[in-house]
């Protein structure tokens, strides 16, 4: 009685002679201890060991002890992005291990995911959480591998993806199926899908960061369309780059965003498929998604022949290999159709249970922790969308002070090369004005030695005349020599005076140089001297004064406004933006259709290319399979 303890756990029923307790209320008593159907007291007992329960007979004699230590059980959970591990008790609920993966990932909207797996047959199977991991059809292995992926898909992606993780998931789930090929993309919209998928993953294209050849090693398009075109790999880089440079300014968030708000208009997005036969044996594709059931011919899984809404159905059941609908219209009759195996009607009930929950879960006001959820991404996105428009405005100015230093140093440097030449010119007109210099002086001389053979000449005239008296011949000779001397200082006096009017001009071209070098010094001494040049381009560095009024200009209330007026026209700017895509991928298809390889294309290329032709989209065909009544559809279904 030692052992006993004075809070006792009301037991049902034992399993064994040891006991095996059944968790139900922790009572207070002092009533006699329960037994079990051999009559053994089961005591709870609390020590330095652990919990253990302890066998009494029926004279409370103690008779054994057993420490019950619970089972671990390893699970490997694989996201698309991580590898996860967790150990749990083996009587664990799948909802346990589902609730630790959300909780580990920091993920809220949980209502999309689910844990899938290949049951022991190889076919597709999703974690039940209603019952314990061990009980379900896992494959015998150590770790017990799981993969959390997404199981539901949301009719809007811009409207129910709130949280950031909840699109990062979904981008990086679809982005693999497009790129493993099971979801259908036509090659153009391969392309442009890549340029978001580069955006997202590298940022903003800078030329001089990103060389190219940098997207090589990147997995960007389906195998299928590489190899129907006669593109290297440089050529299908160019046309992603194209693409990619367009998406200047796009976070991560908002070029995920847009990668899944055109995934999400291809006809094979969010489509879970299954083959079927109609009454008639006929082999058909059944399609669940988000809207409601679709049936596809065997050949063609893009365009649904019929369309059955969520809100058309009002009952769904199986038993064995058949499935049976029954709609709400009550005029209407059931219809039925048939699955290869039980475990497959298993797994359509199981989809079109929880695709109709959450068809009529939109359709129905959200709940508080939606609302929650809401109003603080829409808050984030605000406090992003500010942000970006401060950044915004900070790449502006610093763009600004960047140009306006380039300007400067652009000036400066005119002034430095202007500077260089009046220096240069300074040079040139010293040496000019010393060779003016050198010829004034020469010409002085020339015209000094002048006018000393001038007078040496008249000096010559003098005395031939005063020895004139000697004879007539003599007489004849001086005047002759008095002639020629007349016209040697004639030419004489006329070199003499063309000197000097040299001379004058070479002055005059010297006080002109002279003029020139002080103009170029005074020039030289202003560009040397004038400081405010660099303190100029200095100040067109962002001034923090600026920075606090253009923030404080950022926070006002009126901007505010402004913002949530932009994201609530978010819807019809891309509405608008998606025509400009359309016709930026109708130009694109014309200039890759040259290269295009037609053995190369694949059926579901020749069912798009066909389509196209005809008009046909997702959402045209959508339209036309659910006119009518759906007694006629149920009538049509039967006989395909």
């Known amino acids: 009685s030692q052992f006993r303890c004075s809070f006792r756990f009301e037991v049902a029923a034992c399993h064994s002679c ?57 699970v490997r959970v694989t996201t698309v992005d991580a ?3 967790f150990s749990i008790d083996s009587k664990a609920l799948g909802k346990i291990l589902f609730d630790m993966v959300t909780k580990t990932i920091g993920l809220r909207e949980a209502w999309f995911f689910g844990l899938y797996y290949k049951d022991s047959k190889g076919i597709d199977a999703w974690l039940r959480f209603d019952k314990k991991v061990v009980d379900q059809d896992l494959p015998k292995e150590t770790p017990l591998n799981l993969q959390f992926r997404v199981k539901f898909y949301p009719e809007d992606v811009s409207e129910e993806l ?15 199926q497009i790129l493993d090929m099971e979801i259908y993309c036509p090659p153009e919209a391969s392309v442009l899908l890549a340029s978001y998928a580069v955006q997202a993953k590298f940022g903003d294209y800078d030329e001089s960061v990103y060389k190219p050849g940098f997207l090589v090693s990147e997995r960007l398009l389906p195998q299928r369309v590489v190899d129907q075109y006669q593109m290297s790999s440089d050529m299908w880089e160019e046309r992603v780059i194209s693409w990619y440079s367009e998406h200047r300014g796009l976070l991560r968030d908002e070029a995920e965003m847009e990668y899944l708000k055109i995934a999400q208009d291809l006809e094979m997005y969010g489509v879970n498929y299954f083959q079927i036969k109609n009454k008639k044996g006929t082999d058909l594709w059944l399609g669940v ?23 058309e159905i009002r009952n769904i059941s199986f038993h064995d290999k058949r499935f049976t609908i029954k709609p709400v219209d009550k005029k209407s009759p059931d219809f039925s159709f048939f699955a290869p195996l039980l475990r497959i009607n298993k797994l359509i009930l199981q989809l079109c249970i929880g695709n109709h929950d959450l068809f009529m879960r939109r359709r129905r006001l959200d709940s508080m922790e939606v609302q929650q959820m809401k109003a603080q991404a829409r808050e984030e996105k605000a406090r992003k969308q500010m942000e970006r428009s401060r950044l915004a405005k900070e790449k502006m100015a610093r763009d600004e002070a960047i140009r306006e230093k380039i300007e400067m140093e652009k000036r400066l440097q005119y002034y430095e090369e202007e500077a260089q030449r009046a220096n240069e010119a300074l040079l040139r007109s010293e040496e000019t004005a010393d060779l003016l210099a050198e010829k004034v002086r020469c010409t002085e001389e020339e015209s000094q030695l002048l006018v000393r053979k001038a007078q040496e000449a008249e000096f010559e005239i003098e005395r031939a005349r005063m020895a004139a008296f000697r004879s007539e011949e003599e007489k004849k000779q001086m005047e002759l020599k008095a002639k020629q001397a007349e016209q040697i200082a004639r030419k004489v006096y006329d070199d003499a005076r063309d000197r000097a009017k040299e001379a004058e001009r070479l002055r005059t071209a010297l006080l002109q140089a002279k003029g020139a070098e002080k103009n170029a010094k005074r020039k030289l001494l202003d560009l040397t001297s004038s400081p405010g040049l660099l303190l100029d381009g200095q100040g067109g560095s962002s001034d923090p ?35 400009h895509l359309h016709g930026q991928l109708s130009q694109l298809k014309f200039d890759m259709e040259s290269m295009r390889l037609g053995t190369k294309q694949t059926p579901e290329d020749l069912l798009h290319d066909e389509n196209t032709r005809k008009g046909i989209t997702k959402y045209s065909t959508l339209e036309k399979i659910t006119s009518g009544s759906t007694r006629a559809r149920v009538a049509f279904f039967e006989e395909l």
């Open 545 to 579: 004064s600026s920075e606090v009024s253009s923030t404080a200009d950022l926070l006002g209330e009126g901007e505010f406004e402004e913002l949530s007026k932009q994201i609530e026209k978010e819807r019809l700017e891309y509405q608008a933006k998606s025509k």
């Open 289 to 311: 998604d988000a809207l409601g059931l679709n049936i596809y011919e065997k050949d063609d899984r893009l365009s649904p022949k019929i369309s059955f809404p969520w809100s």
């Open 83 to 85: 590898e996860l591990e």
């Open 18 to 74: 040891l006991g095996v307790p059944v968790h139900e209320a922790l009572l207070p008593t002092t009533e006699q201890s329960p037994q079990d159907s051999f009559g053994c007291s089961l005591i709870l007992v609390v020590g330095g060991l652990g919990r253990r329960f302890v066998k009494f007979s029926s004279a409370r004699n103690l008779v054994s002890t057993t420490t019950k230590m619970p089972k671990q059980l390893d």
């Open 162 to 176: 709130v949280q950031e993780i909840t699109q990062h998931l979904f981008f990086l789930q679809v982005k693999q």
